[in-house]
C-alpha cells in the first residue's frame, strides 16, 4: 500500500512544480516542525498496567496554532499521523482559518475498553502532551472514534495541569452545553453541499440532477437531506453492508426512518439493493463518496460515469484514478475544500471559546456558507490561473498562502 506520507509530498510536488513556488519553503514544508511519541500507561480495570503508545504531530504553524484531530485506532502510526497533520496545514489554508496543521493518535481499539479506561487514556495522553498543547499553541479535536466525551476529558484535564483560564478553547469539537459550537455536526455536510452548488454552477449540472453518495453516516446524512430538499434525486445510498438504488429518487426522511427503524438500508421499499462497487459506477451526474479513502481507483475510474465527483471522504481518489478523471473531463472536487466545513465551524468554536460569546446555529451556518463558497472561489480561480484541476488549485493556493506567512 502507499504510504500516505509520500503521497502527501507528492501533491505538494506536483503544485509547486506547476505554479514554480519556492523551493526552499518546499523542502520546509515537506517535514513537520515537530512529531512526538509517548507511552502512556493505564491501569486497566482488571489491575493489570497497560502501555499505550500515542503521538501528535504538527506540520506548521506559519498561520497559526497547530490544528487537527486525534484518532483512535489499532491501526494509528507516526507515517499516518504526520500525513494527515501535514493535509490539515493546507485544508485549513484552503478554507482560510488562522490554524496550521496538526494530528495526533493514540493505538488503541476503543472497542474493546471500558468507558472508564477510555477516560483515563484520554487523560494519560493529555498528561504526556499538555506542554505542547494550548489555544494559541496546537488545538486537536476529535476524529476516527473520538468524541465530544472525550474532548471534554481533555478539558478537564488540561485545565487540572495548567490552571490555563482559556482551556476550554484548547479542544474543539466538544458537546454543546460544554464549550462546543452549534452547527459543527451540520458543519462537514452542509459545507459539501454549498460546495456542490457553487460547482454545480460552474459545470452544467442540470437542475435536479441524479447523485449517488456512497455512505449514510455523519457526513453524507446532512448533504443528502439538503440536495433532497433542494429538488436534487438523490439515488443512491449505501452504508457498509451495501447500499440501495432509485433511479426515479429516493426519499432520503424515509430512508433515515428505515434505517433507525431497521438498522440498515437494505430492501427500503421501491429500492434495488446494490453493493458499494455497484453504486460508483451508477448512471448519474454526481457522486460523492462519503465513507472511506481509496475507493475510487485505476481499476474503477474509467467506468465511473459521473461527471462531477464531490470528495467528502478524505483519500477517497487514488492518484492513478485521478490522472483518469482528468483524461475523461470528470471534475473533481478534493477533499482538502469538499470536507472542509466541519474545520471552519471547528474554527467558530474556537473563536467563541476564547472571546466568550455564543452563536446560534443560523449565525454558524450562515457564516460558513460564505466562508466555504469563498474558498471555492478561490480554488477556482487558481485553477483557472494555472489552467489545472481543482486538486492542484486547491493545494497550489493553500501553499501560497502558508509560504506567506512563512517569513
Ligand atoms: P461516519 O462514521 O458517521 O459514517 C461513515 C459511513 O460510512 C457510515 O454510513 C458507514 O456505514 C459507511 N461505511 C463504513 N464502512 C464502509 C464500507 N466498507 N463501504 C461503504 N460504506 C462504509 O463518518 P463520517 O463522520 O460521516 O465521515 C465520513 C468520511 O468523511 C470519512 O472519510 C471522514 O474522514 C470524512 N470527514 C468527516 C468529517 C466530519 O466532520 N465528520 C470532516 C472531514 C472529513
Redesign the pocket.
Known sequence: MTNPFETAIQQLEEASSIAKLDKNKVERLKSPDRYVEVSIPVIMDSGEQKIFKGFRSQHNNARGAYKGGIRYHQDVNLDEVRALSFWMSFKNAVINVPFGGGKGGIIVNPKELSSNELEKLSRGWVQKMYRILGPEVDVPAPDVNTTGQIMDWMVDEYKKLTGNEKSLAVFTGKPVGKGGSQGREE??GYGGFYVFEEAVKNHQIPAGAKIAL???????TFFAKMAFEKGYKVVAL???KGGIVNLEGLDVHKVLEHKKALGGLKDFPGSKNLT?EELLELEVEVLVP????NVLTEKNAGRIKAKLIIE???GPTTKDADKIFAQNQVVVVPDILA?SG?VCVSYYEWYQNMNNETWSKEQVLEKLEKQIKQAFADVLSTSKKYNTTYRNGAYILATERIMEKMG
Open positions: 458543519a462537514t456512497q455512505g449514510f453516516g455523519n457526513v453524507s449505501s452504508d457498509s458499494n462519503a465513507a472511506l479513502e467528502l471522504a478524505n470536507n466541519g
